[in-house]
Nanobody, 123 residues
Framework: VQLQASGGGLVQAGGSLRLSCAAS????????VGWFRQTPGKEREFVAA????????YYADSMKGRFTMSRENANNTVYLQMNSLKPEDTAVYYC?????????????????WGQGTLVTVSS
């Protein structure tokens, strides 16, 4: 599967953005999808994950209540709605796909990665 993330940009603190992750291939429903983010000099950080069906989601503690992940399997697309953004949310955001049955929270749990989209939150 190939992934392409989009939707990043510049937003003021307190604002919102919706990231999209478009997948190629006919077996999109075989993959759980996760979002990660990374800033220069730091390790890639888990943000959220969604199950193959979309019924299960998991969020990192700092994103709970602010971020919502969803997917439209008919369109091979996963979304990350980000609200109440903070300057510390500034990062390159990556989507990734995993064929495991659970919701991996480690980078190593994902075999396929998109190219990343930059989110900048100004104070």
């Amino acid at each position: 599967v190939q992934l392409q993330a989009s939707g990043g940009g510049l937003v003021q603190a307190g604002g919102s953005l919706r990231l999209s992750c478009a997948a190629s291939g006919r077996t999109f429903t075989a993959y759980a999808v996760g979002w990660f983010r990374q800033t220069p000099g730091k390790e890639r950080e888990f943000v959220a994950a969604i199950s193959r069906s979309g019924f299960l989601t998991y969020y990192a503690d700092s994103m709970k209540g602010r971020f919502t992940m969803s997917r439209e399997n008919a369109n091979n697309t996963v979304y990350l709605q980000m609200n109440s953004l903070k300057p510390e949310d500034t990062a390159v955001y990556y989507c990734a796909a995993s064929r495991t049955g659970d919701l991996p929270r480690a980078v190593g749990g994902y075999a396929y990665w998109g190219q990343g989209t930059l989110v900048t939150v100004s104070s």
